[in-house]
């Protein structure tokens, strides 16, 4: 199943193939601090260094741990990790205990980043958190990647 993110006006909306909402992330890089927003549940990610925590209700539920040298997310409460793909078809995926690949991201338009990405789902039931939280890492991994080009 292929799913399509847009960005408009700062924040970034997954849409299923019948054009239905499937959440909502909104990054602020100068806080950072983030929001997922799923129906009616809103979900903080507090960036803290190489950590970052998914909040509910004032409470932990996932812990985001960045590897600093290869630069892969694990997302510790679920045995997953977010991790980069090197070549031109896909940018991120999400991968599962087994190294099974779940999902996989990458920008729709290869050369110009417009803020729209397809998601394309390689199993069919994944929490929408998990896509949300996958785009997360797929987003701050390619701010990293392009600071770490325009420094060298």
Not at 15 to 30: A, H, P, R, W, Y
Not at 75 to 95: S, V
Request: aromatic residues 8%; positive net charge; charged residues 25%.
């Amino acid at each position: 199943m292929q799913l399509t993110a847009k960005t408009e006006n700062e924040i970034i909306t997954i849409f299923d193939s019948k054009n239905e909402i499937v959440g909502k992330l909104l990054i602020n890089l100068k806080s950072k601090q983030h929001q997922i927003i799923i129906t009616d549940k809103t979900y903080q990610l507090i960036q803290e260094k190489w950590l970052c925590k998914v909040i509910e209700n004032n409470k932990t539920i996932y812990h985001l741990k960045t590897d600093k040298f290869w630069g892969t997310i694990k997302i510790e409460e679920l045995d997953k990790e977010i991790r980069g793909i090197f070549g031109f078809t896909w940018g991120t995926q999400l991968r599962d205990a087994h190294k099974q690949t779940l999902l996989k991201i990458r920008t729709e338009n290869q050369i110009k980043n417009k803020g729209n990405y397809i998601i394309q789902l390689d199993k069919v039931n994944i929490n929408p958190i998990e896509i949300l939280m996958t785009l997360y890492g797929h987003i701050v991994g390619s701010i990293a990647k392009q600071a770490i080009i325009l420094h060298t």
